[in-house]
């Protein structure tokens, strides 16, 4: 549905040489998908963004949407464009002098509804996300949920095929994000919109997202669905975001004391049925001590995770084999220490 190609976005800065802020990027994003775009602070993913509703104009490269394409467009056609593509913010951006029904009727009335379809409409989508007893509140009223409510409200009441969400969630708290978030995802399967979400945290996108694409300078380092990208990141900083998530950090105190190695697993799927450490300790006479562990869902699957001390008695050499064991047998093994 949505197709860049090669695109890249250079800024040209005062006296100084341009910022390649956004390199070489290339995505498909399939219609009616949950696409996630992560990666640190100045990675360049809300330039990529902007550049699908066109705020942001490619430098080098092409965007196509619904196989038509929109780089070039301007005038009516690019206003039409726009029309079919909704975004929200991490910060909101409402108006603060209208209330919460104005805000929303404001984006009909740019889009040419009549006044009978506004009044009508205003009122159908804040049931929708949830506002129905807050038309008349002004966003200075809002808690920081609510407000993202109204922005949402304001972005799909023009039914827009896509919506791009630029880190919807990262001025919320966890458990207004979770709503949030919940209601992102019935907004994508009941209207059929296709999401587009930045974050700079794994946890948001394992949240919500079908697919993922991680990037770092710029650039795009790995791509592919998230279930995969979790259970075996292959760029090294996909790796850290994935590891920072999980979020199985022992304490400092117990590090400095540890005999033997340690050993972080990750089992996938099958091997997630197997026991392979009660079979390490038979077959190789190591001891198995369980220090952190859980099990993470995404989407329906399963990615289980264990934090776990090997040691033998008096001969290293079996712990050696037991590692090599286990990491023969389940999806990924990281020695943490020893
Ligand atoms: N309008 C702009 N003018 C100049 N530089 C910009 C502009 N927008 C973004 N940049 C620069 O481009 C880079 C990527 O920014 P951005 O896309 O906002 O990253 P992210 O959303 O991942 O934090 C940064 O170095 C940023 O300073
Ligand atoms: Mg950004």
Redesign the pocket.
């Known amino acids: 549905m949505i197709f860049l190609d090669h695109v890249s ?1 250079d ?3 005062r006296k100084q040489q341009a ?4 390199d070489d990027v290339s995505l498909h994003i399939k219609r009616g998908e949950v696409f996630g ?1 992560v ?12 550049t699908i509703n066109l705020l ?1 104009r490619p430098s080098s490269g092409s965007v196509m949407v619904n196989n038509a394409r929109v780089d070039a467009l301007s005038g009516l056609a690019l206003r039409r464009q726009r029309q079919k593509i909704g975004m929200i913010f991490q910060h909101f951006n409402l108006m603060h002098t209208r209330t919460v029904a104005g805000n929303v009727a404001f984006s009909l009335r740019a889009a040419g509804k009549s006044s009978a379809e506004i009044a009508q409409r205003v009122p159908e989508i804040l049931a929708l996300v949830g506002l129905s007893d807050k038309a008349d509140a002004f966003p200075a009223q809002l808690s920081g949920g609510q407000k993202q409510r109204v922005g949402i409200a304001r972005a799909i009441v023009n039914r827009p095929e896509v919506l791009l969400c ?2 919807p969630t990262s001025a919320l708290d966890l458990e207004t994000s979770a709503s949030i978030l919940a209601l992102l995802k019935e907004i994508n399967t009941r209207l059929g919109i296709t999401l587009v979400l ?1 974050s ?1 945290e794994m946890t948001v996108i394992k949240n919500i997202c079908d697919r993922v694409t991680v ?1 770092t300078g ?1 650039k795009v380092v790995e791509e592919g669905d998230v279930f995969d990208i979790f259970a075996a990141p292959r760029h090294e900083f996909t790796r850290q975001l994935v590891s920072h998530s999980f979020n199985l950090e022992l304490p400092p105190r117990l590090m400095q004391d540890l005999r033997g190695t340690l050993l972080k697993i990750m089992f996938v799927g099958a091997s997630a049925e197997q026991p392979v450490l009660s079979q390490a300790t038979a077959r190789f006479g190591v001891s198995v001590n369980i220090l952190h562990g859980k099990i993470e869902y995404i989407g329906y699957r399963a990615l289980g995770l264990l934090v776990a001390l090997l040691t033998h008695p008096d001969r290293p050499e079996q712990v050696a084999a037991a590692v090599q064991y286990i990491r023969e047998n389940t999806a990924q093994v990281e020695v943490l220490h020893g």
């Open positions: 976005v800024f040209s800065r910022v390649r802020a956004v775009i990666g640190a602070s100045g990675a360049g993913k809300s330039t990529v963004l902007r942001t630029d880190e930045i700079h990037m710029g």
